[in-house]
């Protein structure tokens, strides 16, 4: 059968945690993919809010989102900003209260985007800490993280690092990764414990 890939552990994880009428946070909006899940498992009830500094990323994801539209999705709003910046743009009911938070970082991956645009350390890590805050207790945060890039190993190891200095009692946290390849894309997940 095989082990899952990056993106497939991070739905799973989130999947297992995100209820119907949760909110959540897509960081990082990209193509879309992350948001239109975060919306079916939230469900029509629910709310989803994404975030990304590229209008090609917010058009592709609105495509993505119209071709769902007969599926009963969560709402959702797109913000033009910085992952950084999200928890100065979300409504101050909502903070504390987030189920589930994905990002996806290093550059939007369609075909004719801009490459050299790409997650910067420092703002990722700003949002991380914002991302931490916002979640309720059993909240979850998965990042995909892309070492095989230019930045995206300084990025990936300052995560990481980010990551396992968090107490364990404020949460747990877990790396799921292919061990033979350096350059191989993983994934960090928090579980939020109070």
């Known amino acids: 059968m095989g082990f899952l890939s990056v993106l497939s552990f991070a739905h799973k994880q989130v999947g297992d945690r995100l209820q119907p ?3 959540a946070i897509d960081a990082t909006v990209g193509t879309g993919a992350d948001t239109v899940f975060l919306a079916k498992s939230a469900g029509p009830k629910g709310h989803v809010y994404g975030f990304d500094i590229q209008q090609q990323a917010l058009e592709l994801a609105k495509e993505r989102i119209s071709r769902e539209a007969e599926k009963k999705l969560a709402s959702i709003t797109l ?69 095989g890039h230019t930045g995206g190993e300084a990025e990936a190891e300052a995560v990481t690092a980010w990551a396992s200095a968090l107490p364990q009692e404020v949460c747990q946290t877990v790396m799921y990764r292919q061990l ?13 414990k109070r």
């Open 21 to 23: 009428g949760d909110i």
């Open 180 to 192: 033979q390849r350096s350059d191989a894309p993983y994934v960090i997940a928090l579980e939020k």
């Open 79 to 147: 913000i033009p900003a910085s992952h950084a910046l999200m928890q100065e743009k979300l409504p101050p009911d909502v903070q504390g209260g987030i189920g589930a938070i994905m990002f996806n970082l290093g550059y939007l991956p369609a075909q004719e985007s801009d490459k050299h645009i790409i997650t910067e350390t420092g703002s990722t890590l700003q949002a991380l800490d914002a991302a931490l805050s916002l979640l309720r207790p059993k909240g979850i945060i998965t990042v995909v993280l892309y070492p």
